[in-house]
């Protein structure tokens, strides 16, 4: 969604964040490739997520 170089910068700045990439997507990665976008936001959220009854 945003240039590779802002994309890590901002990774960079902000604590415990994590940067990801879609190879081969195209500018609009969340239409683009949705698989791979919600896997990586899955990724991303399982530490925080629990199962609820």
Excluded: C, F, I, Q
Excluded at 3 to 16: E, F, G, I, K, S
């Amino acid at each position: 969604m945003v240039p590779a170089a802002w994309r890590d910068r901002l990774a960079r700045l902000l604590p415990h964040a994590r940067a990801a990439a879609v190879p081969g997507a195209a500018h609009n990665v969340a239409t683009t490739a949705p698989v791979e976008v919600a896997a990586a936001v899955r990724a991303l959220l399982s530490p925080s997520l629990r199962k609820v009854p």
